[in-house]
């Protein structure tokens, strides 16, 4: 079936720096999502990306939907504390009216 | 303002017990899906809902049942069969016609500990 795989599984940085992360599959989807989820909260959706080679950003987050349409990226620039938390990608599954998800990459900052 | 509503945010269960949580949301949203979330772990589907009275297993369905008896709920009860019930509870909704390029919106989630 249609599976995520998210690299890396977690990330330890100091407040400032940037980051990048990415989500990779063996099967073309159409559209992909980027939610964040804050400890103890349910997750948030932040960017959608509906075609191949898009950039889009929101505020200093950055995504872009890979050529391949296998593969996405999510960029933060200047990491703050609130930064913190598990981000997901996911995809629509194929002919089913749902989402699937990667393991998520869990982000720490060190002030 | 519209969302999606999951009670209670704690629960505890003696083991043996079946308990129930709850998802209500205001969206209109046809669809709705309850997802298991364990320490370090991603999101696995339990159970889901694309119209009411109607219900699909998930990849963990096992020790779980769902109802859909109303548009805007979809509870879920974790019965006594389900072997290591302890975890994060998500409920989330969405319009079928808008599953695939919008997503879902989820809850705040239910964290379920037997004691």
């Known amino acids: 079936g249609q599976q995520l795989n998210q690299s890396p599984q977690s990330m330890f940085i100091q407040e400032g720096e940037d980051v990048s992360m990415n989500c990779t599959s063996s099967?073309?989807?159409?559209?992909w999502l980027w939610y964040k989820q804050d400890p103890g909260e349910g997750p948030v959706l932040l960017i959608a990306?509906?075609?191949?080679?898009e950039l889009t950003s929101n505020g200093r987050l950055t995504a872009q939907f890979g050529i391949t349409r296998k593969d996405s990226f999510l960029n933060i620039s200047a990491s703050i504390p609130s930064d913190v938390g598990i981000y997901f990608c996911?995809?629509?599954?194929?002919?089913?009216?749902?989402?699937?998800f990667g393991q998520g990459t869990r982000l720490t900052i060190n002030p | 303002d519209g969302g999606i509503t999951q009670s209670p945010k704690y629960l505890f269960r003696k083991e043996g017990q079946n308990v129930t949580l709850s998802c209500e949301q205001n969206l209109n949203h046809d669809a709705m899906y309850w997802y298991r979330q364990d320490p370090g772990q991603g999101l696995r589907l339990i159970y889901y809902?694309?119209?009411?009275?109607?219900?699909q297993k998930g990849d963990i369905a096992e020790g779980y049942s769902v109802s859909r008896e109303k548009k805007e709920s979809f509870p879920l009860t974790v019965t006594s069969a389900q072997k290591n019930p302890t975890a994060f509870y998500l409920c989330?909704?969405?319009?079928?016609?808008?599953?695939?390029?919008?997503?879902?919106?989820f809850g705040s989630g239910t964290r379920l500990t037997v004691v």
């Open positions: 809902s694309q119209i009411v009275n109607d219900f």
């Open positions: 989330a909704s969405s319009t079928t016609a808008r599953t695939t390029n919008y997503g879902y919106t």
């Open positions: 996911a995809g629509p599954i194929q002919g089913a009216q749902k989402l699937v």
């Open positions: 990306l509906y075609k191949a080679g």
């Open positions: 099967s073309i989807f159409n559209t």
